[in-house]
């Protein structure tokens, strides 16, 4: 097929395609172009299957854990292990593009679609959104970078106004978008909220920020029904509309004869489409057969496993050999919950059934394991079945293991979480259970911090086990009996309760959303102001114990290098999960007390040790001044901080910056 260019498409061909063929396509304008097919992520695929009597169904994918554990990873490498994978599951379905990842910052911790992102820092959100996409497009199809932006809440999504001042938008709100562009994703999603006032479809000043300071060069559309005028978003950069709209796509054409909108307005969206085409056509040439299921599912275990987080342990994990042990939760075991996972445009139809923890304890531990539900959800509540049997089992027990959570009828897309606690009757069950057995270990399945406060104490051990996908059964068996080390590290602060969070005031607002905690977010407000914390960002337990040492910098043309030891002194082998922290030491504008600026997650071996070495980007010390309307670094001393979370600092050192190049201090 010869390819097209504007000038070879009649007005109204460039019409229809700027808007969309049904739920997924692009328009192939009567067979002169290819269509291009698109469908959900970001936690596996989501293909929707139209039959022609308007039945929907929806295509068995493999589960991959949800993007807030992948984000626990800290790895590169699983993020982009997950893109490859997830461009399997495309290719055998034949999707040119996946619909993710999203970005959007975690600012509170209710917001429903938390699950679905990575972090409430845009650095770790944004360095691994970016290996994600790499991944994903090295295998052939495209991603969707979305969704821009200031999309932070899903209550009134629909109508709400993100009000946000301009250096919170650059620092905190555009920099994942900033950091995700730098691996040119094909396409990019619009949100459904307005930003200062105005529709994300019709924001002509975040279009241009995205593609002329961050380089964007794919196509943008809109989020599914997001298009309120389409002509306004026409002429603001809005390249396709999803889904088809026969009503806006009138009242375009109407709004094009009557001179509303110029043909080189128009002819900019519909060039843009062809490029897309063009370009998902010739990434179509590289795509290689799909790497087997069985394949897959490993990548979806080996995040899972390098995602789950120990956030407490007396000592009662790893589960020694021979162990006896009453697991109790519905969602320990197959049964009436299937997958656990967050609701919406991101769920997975799975093939399979919910993993049997206690059978996969059964064969780790060869002893005696029993398991009583206890207690079965539905909507937002629980409620108990035969919680007494449960109690018995952990009285006699060596160990109980209490198996808690949400699902998607508590988080889920298009309503937020009314509180961060567990339903009440988990509640209870936790108490009870560990009123009964000292060595009650907590295993929580859920995609969103949850208030630990009621029952933390009661326990001996809490792990995060998240929405952790196909292969979290094995996974979490593997962790809980010492096969695999712990090794995930939260990406999002646990804060004591709702009250405490620096959003909490302003969250819920109908209309206008306004962003008073400024860059105040997760670990920036509470390290900043000493607010106490029940798990601080970064925290994650391990079965070794780590020891930092001999921290040195490095100032070149390209910035500061961090070089320092971190030595396993146990006897397993285990990875730990670095961050470098920058505190500037005075400064004109006020500075959140820290800000991540590198991470690296180390394989270090039992009694051994390892040099790791971390380049701090060279905008790491910079600011947005809304003073010269760019990137400022001010002079000044700068301290580089080495830690295990945001609130354990192992090693510091300092660096004199001037004219924006750093030196040692002498
Ligand atoms: C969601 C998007 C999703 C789209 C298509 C929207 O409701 O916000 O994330 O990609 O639907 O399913």
């Not at 304008?29 to 695929?45: E, Y």
């Not at 009440?424 to 399945?445: C, D, G, K, Y």
């Not at 670095?578 to 009694?607: D, H, W």
Request: hydrophobic share 35%.
């Amino acid at each position: 097929m010869k390819k097209l260019t504007t000038a070879d498409l009649t007005a109204e061909e460039k019409l229809r395609l700027i808007c969309s063929d049904g739920f997924w396509h692009t328009p192939d304008l009567g067979g002169k172009l290819p269509r291009v097919s698109v469908s959900d992520g970001p936690t596996g695929l989501r293909k929707e299957n139209r039959k022609d009597n308007g039945e929907v169904e929806t295509v068995r994918a493999v589960a991959y854990p949800a993007i807030q554990s992948l984000a626990n990873t800290w790895s590169r490498d699983c993020a982009r292990s997950m893109g490859e994978a997830l461009a399997g599951d495309c290719i055998e379905n034949d999707v040119d593009i996946l619909l993710a990842p999203g970005v959007n910052i975690k600012r509170n911790v209710l917001n429903g679609r938390n699950f679905e992102y990575f972090s409430e820092d845009p650095y770790l959100a944004g360095t691994l959104a970016r290996e994600y996409i790499e991944g994903l497009q090295s295998c052939g199809i495209g991603a969707c970078l979305k969704h821009y932006y200031a999309n932070n809440l899903e209550y009134n999504r629909l109508e709400q106004s993100s009000e946000v001042d301009e250096r919170t938008l650059r620092e905190i709100y555009l920099k994942p978008f900033q950091i995700a562009c730098e691996a040119k994703p094909v396409s990019a999603m619009c949100a459904y909220n307005r930003i200062n006032g105005v529709y994300a479809s019709e924001n002509k000043k975040g279009f241009r920020i995205l593609r002329e300071e961050f380089g964007f060069d794919g196509a943008i559309y809109s989020d599914w029904e997001a298009v309120r005028d389409r002509t306004a978003a026409a002429k603001a950069g809005l390249d396709i509309e999803f889904p088809f709209n026969q009503k806006n796509y009138e009242k375009l054409v109407a709004d094009y004869h009557a001179g509303l909108i110029s043909d080189e307005e128009l002819d900019a969206c519909a060039g843009r489409v062809l490029d897309l085409v063009y370009r998902c056509e010739e990434m179509g040439k590289q795509r290689k057969k799909a790497v087997s299921r069985e394949k897959r599912h490993e990548v979806a275990q080996r995040i899972a496993e390098e995602s789950i987080v120990l956030l407490k342990n007396d000592g009662v994990l790893p589960l020694a050999k021979g162990t006896s042990v009453a697991v109790s939760g519905e969602y320990a075991a197959p049964g009436r919950c299937g997958l656990v996972a967050g609701g919406g445009s991101s769920m997975v139809q799975w093939s399979g059934a919910f993993f049997d923890l206690p059978a996969l304890l059964r064969e780790r531990l060869d002893s005696e394991v029993k398991y009583e539900p206890a207690f079965w959800t539905k909507g937002i509540a629980s409620t108990w079945q035969k919680p007494h049997k449960a109690f018995l089992e952990a009285a006699e027990s060596d160990v109980a293991v209490v198996c808690a959570g949400t699902g998607s009828d508590i988080e889920y897309e298009g309503g937020d979480r009314e509180n961060m606690r567990l339903p009440a009757v988990q509640e209870n069950l936790i108490l009870e259970i560990a009123h009964r057995n000292p060595n009650t270990v907590v295993v929580l399945f859920a995609g969103s911090a949850l208030d630990v406060s009621a029952w933390e104490d009661s326990v001996a051990a809490i792990v995060w086990a998240g929405f952790c996908g196909e292969g979290g059964g094995e996974a979490l068996a593997d962790i809980l009996t010492g096969k695999v080390n712990p090794s995930g590290k939260l990406s999002e602060t646990f804060p004591v309760c709702l009250e405490s969070t620096p959003s909490y005031g302003t969250f819920n607002d109908a209309c206008v959303s306004r962003y008073e905690e400024g860059l105040d977010v997760g670990y920036r407000y509470y390290d900043t102001y000493h607010v106490e914390v029940a798990y601080p960002f970064g925290h994650g337990l391990s079965y070794s114990e780590f020891v930092y040492s001999d921290l040195k910098l490095f100032c070149g043309e390209g910035g500061v290098t961090v070089r320092f030891n971190v030595e396993n002194i146990s006897k397993q082998d285990g990875k730990e999960i670095s961050q470098v922290y920058i505190r500037p030491m005075q400064s004109f504008v006020y500075r959140p007390e820290k800000e991540l600026k590198g991470y690296a997650k180390t394989l270090v071996s039992a009694g051994g040790s390892v040099g790791v070495e971390i380049a701090l980007a060279a905008d790491a010390f910079a600011y947005y001044s809304t003073a010269t309307d760019g990137w400022r670094t001010d002079d000044g001393i700068y301290e580089i901080l080495i830690g295990a979370s945001s609130r354990d600092i192992r090693l510091t050192a300092k660096v004199k910056v001037e004219n924006g190049k750093a030196s040692l201090l002498s």
